[in-house]
C-alpha cells in the first residue's frame, strides 16, 4: 500500500525520468535508443520497474504512466532533431494492459499527432506473452501498427513459450534475444546454439536481430560473427538521460 501511495505521488510529482540507451548497428551505426523508466523516489532514490512496473499493471497506474512514457520519448527525439542530432528512432516497452487496451491505438495516434513525431521513428517492444494473450486480437492490433508504419519488435526473445512457429503470423520487424543468452554465448555451448539459431530463422522470415545484454568484447565479437545485426548493452552504452544522450550523439557527428 505504501508503495502505492507512492506510486500515485510519482505520477503526480513528476518523479518519473526516462533514460535512453543506445542500439548500435554493424559498422557501428546508430539503430535507435531504448526508453527506459526510471522513478527517482525523494527517500528510497532509484526504484527499479522490475519492482514498480508489476504493482502499477496490478493497480491500474500503469495507464497514466505508460502514457507519460509515451509522450516523454516522443518530445525527447522531437528535441534531438530541432538541436541538429537526426531523427532518432526510439524503442518504447508495451505493458499488457496498454497493449489490450481498446484506447492503445488511439491514444499512440493521438501521441503521434501532438507530438508531430514521424511513425517511422517510434517502435514498441512488446514481450512474447503480450500476444499469446489472445493472439487474435493481437495480430489485428499489429497489423493496425504496421498500417501506422510504427515497428515492433518482440522482446526478451526466447524466455517465453518461444513457439516459433508463431513468428510467420505476426507482422513484426525485429526479435531482441533475452539477454540471458547472451551471458553465456561465449562460455555454453547450448547457448550459443540457441542464439544462432534464433538468428538463423528470424533472417530467413525476414526479421531483424538484436542482441541486448551485451557486456564483453568477446560476446559482441561473437554476435557479429553470428551475423546478429543490432547490438545493446553496457559494453556500447549504458542507460543515459537525455542531456547525456545529447553528448553521446554529438561526439558520434
Ligand atoms: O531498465 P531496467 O533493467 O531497470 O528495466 C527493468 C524492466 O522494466 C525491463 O523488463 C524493462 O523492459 C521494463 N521497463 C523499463 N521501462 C519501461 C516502460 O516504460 N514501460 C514498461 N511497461 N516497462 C518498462
Ligand atoms: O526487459 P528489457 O529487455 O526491456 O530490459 C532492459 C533492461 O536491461 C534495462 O533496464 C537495462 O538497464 C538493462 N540492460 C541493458 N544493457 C544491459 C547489460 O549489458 N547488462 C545487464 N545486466 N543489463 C542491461
Ligand atoms: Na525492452
Ligand atoms: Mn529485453
Known amino acids: 500500500v505504501a508503495l502505492r501511495n507512492d506510486l500515485q505521488e510519482a505520477i503526480d510529482g513528476g518523479q518519473f525520468e526516462l533514460h535512453y540507451q543506445p542500439l548500435i548497428g554493424r559498422g ?8 527506459l523508466l526510471r522513478w527517482h523516489h525523494p527517500v528510497k532514490g532509484y526504484v527499479s520497474p522490475a519492482r514498480f512496473i508489476p504493482l502499477a499493471e496490478s493497480t491500474g497506474q500503469i495507464m497514466p504512466i505508460s502514457e507519460w512514457v509515451l509522450e516523454r520519448a516522443c518530445r525527447d527525439m522531437q528535441a534531438l532533431a530541432a538541436r541538429g542530432l537526426g531523427q532518432v528512432r526510439v524503442a518504447v516497452n508495451l505493458s499488457p494492459l496498454q497493449f489490450h487496451r481498446a484506447s492503445f491505438l488511439a491514444t499512440l495516434r493521438h501521441t503521434l499527432q501532438r507530438t508531430g513525431l514521424p511513425p ?3 517502435e ?4 512474447e506473452g503480450i500476444l499469446m494473450d489472445d493472439t487474435e486480437a493481437a495480430i ?3 497489423h493496425a501498427l504496421r498500417s501506422l508504419r510504427i515497428g515492433v519488435s518482440i522482446d526478451d526473445f526466447g524466455t517465453g513459450y518461444s513457439s ?10 525485429k526479435v531482441k534475444i533475452d539477454r540471458s543468452f547472451i551471458n553465456e554465448v561465449t562460455l ?3 547457448d550459443a546454439a540457441i542464439v544462432q539459431g534464433i538468428i538463423s530463422m528470424a533472417h530467413h522470415l525476414g526479421l ?3 542482441a541486448e545484454g551485451i557486456e564483453t568484447a568477446a560476446q559482441h565479437q561473437r554476435l557479429t560473427d553470428y551475423g546478429c545485426d543490432i547490438f545493446q548493452g553496457f559494453l556500447l552504452a549504458r542507460p543515459m538521460p537525455l542531456d547525456r544522450l545529447e553528448a553521446f550523439l554529438r561526439a558520434r557527428l
Do not use: C, F, N, W
Open 124 to 127: 514498441l517492444e512488446l514481450t
Open 208 to 210: 531483424a536481430v538484436v
Open 188 to 190: 555454453s555451448a547450448h
Open 28 to 35: 557501428d551505426r546508430l539503430a535507435g535508443v531504448e526508453a
Open 164 to 173: 516459433l512457429s508463431y513468428l510467420k503470423h505476426l507482422p513484426i520487424g
Open 140 to 142: 489485428d492490433i499489429l
Open 120 to 122: 517511422e521513428q517510434l
